[in-house]
């Protein structure tokens, strides 16, 4: 059966993207040398890395929470108890390449309050990056930012900890989703569930964009991310502070695979297009093949873009309103701001499928240039 083959080619892609997008702390952490100090630079002390701050006003409060949630992190911190400063929540793992390969528990880092030592190096967080210290956890800054050595972090951080358990939840669904085609035809268990979405994506994303001689060859990519982004951008909207497709090396590591696929699925044709496009004059053909060029690496740029920013924006606008129930000092406009709250809400429910369809659709249509058979009159 069709269903039950694309779900088997799933199960296999969806490794591949787990292994991909879990390196995705390589793309934004690279490993920077601090410079030589000058008589300018100050040192500061480790300080508690918390949004919440005395002296803050409401306003400054709210922004600084909304920059936090936003943020990857080296732990899950579900809350703060302020009576007690007590901070609930679990400790992921630390894995730095610094002299050697460091590995311990984030709890050492106490929420960003304390200095962590490994091995005779000591670490301390500074805006959720890991950067080198003394023992005191002396900071030097210049110009505002921190010059001390940032070591090469390949951190199980929020991020790739959910990347993980979203992987394995996928797996799990589909890999008994396929189980059960083999005692009927007739879908049962999550099968029920899958087989429509299945079909909609087959039917509605990948045959009209690619065509139904090549659509097959890509469908285990399509079902990948099309069933990863939505789910991943549903648990975005749960307190848990999960926001992988928040982050832009999450984004870029999908546009990237897009990228490599779609170049290496590129018949002559869809280069010829590129380089030397058919029926137009010799100089026209000079002129526009730079520009057709660039539009190859615009489109991966695109994609990673549209679906970082949308996502972004409707955690900013939701997590505003919110604020807005604190600063208001009216019944009327907390309980205005409580009502667009529910119905942003609501609306984020849709663009979390919204942007799954979108970023499927535009890959499918990427695909289908490269593989198009063009006839040349």
């Keep these: 059966m069709v269903i039950r083959q694309v779900i088997m080619q799933f199960t296999r892609a969806l490794f591949f993207l787990a292994v991909l997008v879990l390196i995705q702390p390589v793309f934004l952490t690279a490993s920077e040398h601090s410079e030589h100090a000058s008589d300018s630079t100050e040192s500061t002390q480790i300080v508690y890395q918390e949004p919440a701050q005395d002296g803050m006003s409401m306003k400054q409060e709210i922004k600084a929470h909304i920059q936090h949630h936003l943020q990857d992190g080296h732990d899950f911190h579900l809350y703060t108890d302020t009576e007690t400063n007590t901070h609930v929540g679990f400790p992921l793992l630390v894995i730095l390449l610094d002299d050697g390969v460091q590995v311990f528990s984030s709890s050492r880092f106490h929420h960003g309050e304390s200095v962590a030592e490994s091995n005779g190096n000591f670490y301390a967080l500074h805006h959720g990056k890991v950067y080198k210290t003394d023992a005191a956890g002396t900071f030097e800054m210049r110009d505002g930012h921190v010059h001390n050595e940032k070591p090469l972090d390949f951190s199980i951080t929020k991020n790739v900890f959910s990347i993980m358990a979203f992987a394995l939840m996928?797996?799990?669904?589909?890999?008994?989703a396929a189980r059960s085609y083999k005692k009927s035809l007739v879908p049962s268990g999550s099968a029920k569930f899958l087989e429509p979405l299945i079909i909609f994506v087959r039917d509605e994303i990948a045959i009209p964009n690619i065509g139904e001689k090549h659509y097959k060859r890509f469908m285990s990519y399509l079902l990948t991310v099309f069933f990863f982004i939505w789910l991943v951008n549903l648990f975005g909207l749960t307190p848990l502070g999960i926001n992988v497709t928040n982050s832009i090396s999450v984004t870029f590591a999908l546009a990237v695979m897009t990228f490599v696929i779609t170049q290496f699925s590129g018949k002559k044709e869809y280069w010829k297009h590129i380089f030397w496009m058919p029926g137009v004059p010799v100089p026209m053909k000079i002129l526009l093949a730079p520009i057709e060029l660039l539009g190859v690496f615009i489109k991966p740029f695109a994609l990673l873009i549209r679906l970082y920013a949308n996502i972004t924006a409707g955690h900013i606008v939701l997590m505003s309103l919110?604020?807005?129930?604190?600063?208001?000092?009216?019944?009327?406009?907390?309980?205005?701001?409580?009502?667009?709250?529910?119905?942003?809400?609501?609306?984020?429910?849709?663009?979390?499928?919204?942007?799954?369809?979108?970023?499927?659709?535009?890959?499918?249509?990427?695909?289908?240039?490269?593989?198009?058979?063009?006839?040349?009159h």
């Design 322 to 376: 919110i604020g807005l129930m604190f600063i208001f000092h009216s019944w009327i406009g907390s309980t205005l701001s409580f009502g667009l709250s529910v119905f942003i809400s609501f609306i984020e429910l849709l663009v979390a499928a919204l942007q799954a369809y979108i970023f499927t659709m535009l890959t499918a249509l990427y695909f289908g240039s490269a593989v198009a058979e063009h006839e040349d």
């Design 170 to 176: 996928l797996i799990l669904l589909f890999t008994g």
